[in-house]
C-alpha cells in the first residue's frame, strides 16, 4: 500500500502560479508512474498530467498544455505541479495517483485525499 499526500493548494487569483506537492510512503517511488487528477464541482474526475518511470514521458491534458508542468523528484519521493497562468476553470479538487504500471498515462492504483485549488477571477 502507499500512502500520498497532496500539498500547496490554496486561492489564488486568475493569472496566479502555484505548485502543488505530492510525497509518497514508499522506498520505490522511481517504479511508480505518477499523476495528478482534478474533480471540478459536478464534473467527472480528469487526468490533468502524467509522468512516466524511468525515461520521465509526460501528458498533459489539452486545457493544460504550455500552463502546467509535472515532474518528479525520485529522491525525495515527490511529484510535482506547477501550474501558471491559472484560470478560474482551474477550479478543482486535485488528486495525486500513483500506479504500479511504470509507463501508466492514466495512473490510478493509489489515490490522495486530494487538495483543493481556487482560483478568483
Known amino acids: 500500500q502507499v500512502q500520498l499526500v497532496e500539498s500547496g493548494a490554496k486561492l489564488v487569483q486568475a493569472g496566479d502560479s502555484l505548485r502543488l506537492s505530492c510525497t509518497a510512503s514508499?522506498?520505490?517511488?522511481?517504479?511508480?508512474?505518477m499523476g495528478w487528477w482534478r474533480q471540478a464541482p459536478g464534473k467527472e474526475r480528469e487526468i490533468v498530467a502524467a509522468?512516466?518511470?524511468?525515461?520521465?514521458?509526460?501528458t498533459y491534458a489539452e486545457s493544460v498544455k504550455g500552463r502546467f508542468a509535472i515532474s518528479r523528484d525520485n529522491a525525495k519521493n515527490t511529484l510535482y505541479l506547477q501550474m501558471n497562468n491559472l484560470k478560474p476553470e482551474d477550479t478543482a479538487l486535485y488528486y495525486c495517483?500513483?500506479?504500479?504500471?511504470?509507463?501508466?498515462?492514466?495512473?490510478?492504483?493509489?489515490w490522495g485525499q486530494g487538495t483543493q485549488v481556487t482560483v478568483s477571477s
Open positions: 495517483a500513483a500506479d504500479r504500471h511504470p509507463g501508466a498515462t492514466f495512473p490510478g492504483t493509489y
Open positions: 514508499t522506498a520505490v517511488f522511481w517504479t511508480y508512474a
Open positions: 509522468i512516466t518511470a524511468g525515461i520521465e514521458s509526460t
